[in-house]
């Protein structure tokens, strides 16, 4: 089958955008796989599909799926290209949707300065709902809020991190870091990513305070490893940083793919999020059914 797609990119995090508000596509796992290749297909970290609404009240439905294939609840960065993609395309009048994602309704809006604001909903705390197992452990309290000591591995020698878990509509642990540059993103993220406290998975965020208004991060993304940026990601790390006593209600987040503005003023709040939304090209792909 032959299909049409469009690539673009939120402060470096790159997604393939497929339109099937007039059918659907019904791409398997693997195919999910093969667009997202760097090597054999089109490349990026996640798969953004755009379909019609499903109930009334709401203008689309926004399915993500990771580069490994599998179905995820967001993606912050996805949500303003996704905006950014349906007025681009006319799909839709006005500034502002509303999105329906697995994880619940989120309404991107498009400022007067080209960027694209997302309300990301309000945080989640409530562990059973992240999921997070913490059956035997006993948190350790900093600020206002909480940090698990979670050990990665078996080992009398294995390393201990101190991670703030939250959801924001995905699951997130945030640890914090001296220096983000030499953090060991790449030997703890996947040890965080699988650690069997949390049932599905968790994305791994690497949080470095600059001062109370900002920060920088980088995020292994569960399902597709480190990216240039991850937008649930900065929601959560800020979050985290604001209950635990160390920043500001507006923070601007530094990531390697960019600058990311993070607005949470706590309690049930909504986190918003604003960044940029760039088409970078558009193709055709032949994929094999």
Same mark, same amino acid.
């Given at each position: 089958?032959?299909?049409?797609?469009?690539?673009?990119?939120?402060?470096?995090?790159?997604?393939?955008?497929?339109?099937?508000?007039?059918?659907?596509?019904?791409?398997?796992?693997?195919?999910?796989?093969?667009?997202?290749?760097?090597?054999?297909?089109?490349?990026?970290?996640?798969?953004?599909?755009?379909?019609?609404?499903?109930?009334?009240?709401?203008?689309?439905?926004?399915?993500?799926?990771?580069?490994?294939?599998?179905?995820?609840?967001?993606?912050?960065?996805?949500?303003?290209?996704?905006?950014?993609?349906?007025?681009?395309?006319?799909?839709?009048?006005?500034?502002?949707?509303?999105?329906?994602?697995?994880?619940?309704?989120?309404?991107?809006?498009?400022?007067?300065?080209?960027?694209?604001?997302?309300?990301?909903?309000?945080?989640?705390?409530?562990?059973?709902?992240?999921?997070?197992?913490?059956?035997?452990?006993?948190?350790?309290?900093?600020?206002?809020?909480?940090?698990?000591?979670?050990?990665?591995?078996?080992? =009398? /020698?294995?390393?201990?991190?101190?991670? =703030?878990?939250?959801?924001?509509?995905?699951?997130?642990?945030?640890?914090?870091?001296?220096?983000?540059?030499?953090?060991?993103?790449?030997?703890?993220?996947?040890?965080?990513?699988?650690?069997?406290?949390?049932?599905?998975?968790?994305?791994?965020?690497?949080?470095?305070?600059? /001062?109370?208004?900002?920060?920088?991060?980088?995020?292994?993304?569960?399902?597709?490893?480190? &990216?240039?940026?991850?937008?649930?990601?900065?929601?959560?790390?800020?979050?985290?940083?604001?209950?635990?006593?160390?920043?500001?209600?507006?923070? /601007?987040?530094? &990531?390697?793919?960019?600058?990311?503005?993070?607005?949470?003023?706590?309690?049930?709040?909504?986190?918003?999020?604003?960044?940029?939304?760039? &088409?970078?090209?558009?193709?055709?792909?032949?994929?094999?059914?």
């Amino acid at each position: 089958m032959r299909i049409r797609f469009t690539k673009m990119q939120g402060a470096g995090n790159d997604f393939v955008v497929l339109d099937e508000t007039r059918g659907r596509l019904n791409l398997s796992a693997e195919q999910y796989r093969r667009l997202a290749d760097r090597h054999f297909g089109v490349g990026a970290d996640q798969v953004l599909s755009v379909r019609p609404s499903p109930a009334p009240g709401v203008d689309f439905e926004y399915v993500i799926h990771n580069a490994d294939g599998g179905e995820v609840e967001q993606c912050g960065n996805g949500a303003r290209c996704f905006a950014r993609y349906v007025a681009d395309k006319g799909l839709a009048s006005g500034r502002s949707f509303r999105v329906q994602t697995l994880s619940g309704v989120i309404e991107p809006r498009l400022d007067d300065d080209g960027r694209v604001t997302v309300d990301m909903g309000a945080p989640v705390f409530e562990l059973p709902a992240i999921p997070f197992d913490p059956a035997g452990l006993s948190p350790h309290a900093q600020g206002g809020w909480q940090l698990w000591h979670l050990a990665l591995g078996t080992h =009398a /020698d294995s390393a201990i991190v101190h991670v =703030a878990v939250l959801s924001m509509g995905n699951p997130h642990a945030v640890q914090l870091v001296g220096d983000v540059e030499h953090a060991a993103v790449a030997q703890q993220g996947p040890l965080i990513e699988h650690h069997p406290r949390f049932l599905n998975r968790v994305n791994a965020g690497f949080l470095q305070v600059v /001062d109370r208004g900002r920060v920088k991060l980088r995020v292994w993304e569960r399902g597709a490893g480190e &990216t240039l940026a991850c937008g649930t990601g900065a929601c959560a790390a800020v979050v985290a940083g604001i209950r635990l006593g160390k920043l500001d209600h507006r923070v /601007d987040v530094e &990531t390697r793919g960019g600058l990311l503005t993070i607005e949470w003023a706590g309690g049930n709040a909504p986190v918003y999020m604003t960044g940029p939304a760039v &088409t970078v090209f558009e193709g055709e792909m032949e994929l094999n059914e």
